[in-house]
């Protein structure tokens, strides 16, 4: 299994899927970054040697891609951000109400949780 950024990749898949499940690279970059490293398409990710990977990686750094670690800390401090400042959006996530003006009256169960009985 070869590991970019920190991050074991499945080898039987082909490198474009396999480079999604670094966090902070989807459909779009995965492209991007295989048609940079000019590698064939179909090459399944544990066909790789050693260099390859360290290519793709630094393909990665030199687009000043913001993956993993980085990424889930700035979506944190964006949050605590919002919170900080009172803002609806921020009020609503520590809620666990719906964040982007949806209806809560009916519906929004998957974000409020299942249904609280009331008692009598």
């Known amino acids: 299994m070869p590991r970019i950024l920190g991050v074991d990749i499945p080898a039987n898949k082909k490198l474009e899927y396999s480079l999604r499940y670094i966090y902070g690279i989807g459909p779009t970059r995965a492209k991007t970054i295989v048609e940079a490293s000019g590698f064939d398409p179909d090459r399944r990710a544990g066909e790789l040697s050693e260099e390859e990977v360290n290519q793709l990686a630094s393909i990665v750094a030199d687009k000043q891609y913001i993956v993993e670690g980085d990424l889930r800390r700035e979506r944190v401090a964006n949050l605590k951000r919002l919170s ?6 921020g009020i609503r996530h520590q ?3 719906p ?7 009916t519906n929004a169960r998957t974000r409020k949780g299942a249904v609280k009985p009331v008692r009598k």
């Open 99 to 105: 964040v982007r003006g949806q209806r809560t009256k």
């Open 95 to 97: 809620r666990g109400l």
């Open 84 to 89: 900080a400042i009172r803002s609806n959006r």
